[in-house]
């Protein structure tokens, strides 16, 4: 590797503008509920399924995917019949769900007035037909 090759990785490494990438996995609809769950230790992949309410097979293996290859969770198979998967929160991911948790805290103690606010404007802005 070159001095300039260097130097142009280390110049995008801190480019702001790369933040939404990290801001990809925190607004993804699915990965701070799979974080969530995995934060009392590791899970099976049913395990997790049937903690997260509305989340498909493949959403989870694609959620599951992305959250490894980010460093957040690690995989762990075990040569078992029938073989044992189990996932589990890195150092990183434990960061991740310390950072979030006022979020997801926020979303549970607001979610009565959100769903209030969403009635009363849709029944102000009812563009169906009488």
């Not at 769950?37 to 509305?54: C, H, M, V, W, Y």
Request: proline share 5%; charged share 25%; with cysteine.
């Amino acid at each position: 590797m070159t001095t300039a090759d260097s130097e142009s990785r280390s110049t995008q490494q801190q480019d702001p503008c790369r933040t939404r990438e990290v801001l990809d996995i925190v607004g993804d609809k699915w990965s701070l509920l799979v974080v969530r769950n995995l934060s009392q230790g590791p899970l099976r992949f049913t395990e997790l399924k049937r903690a997260i309410d509305g989340i498909s097979q493949r959403m989870l293996t694609v959620t599951l995917r992305s959250l490894e290859r980010d460093g957040i969770l690690t995989r762990t198979v075990r040569n078992v019949m029938p073989p044992h998967v189990s996932y589990e929160l890195t150092s990183t991911g434990k960061t991740l769900r310390q950072a979030t948790a006022p979020l997801l805290e926020w979303s549970i103690t607001h979610l009565a007035h959100i769903d209030a606010a969403r009635t009363t404007y849709d029944a102000r802005h009812d563009t169906s037909p009488a």
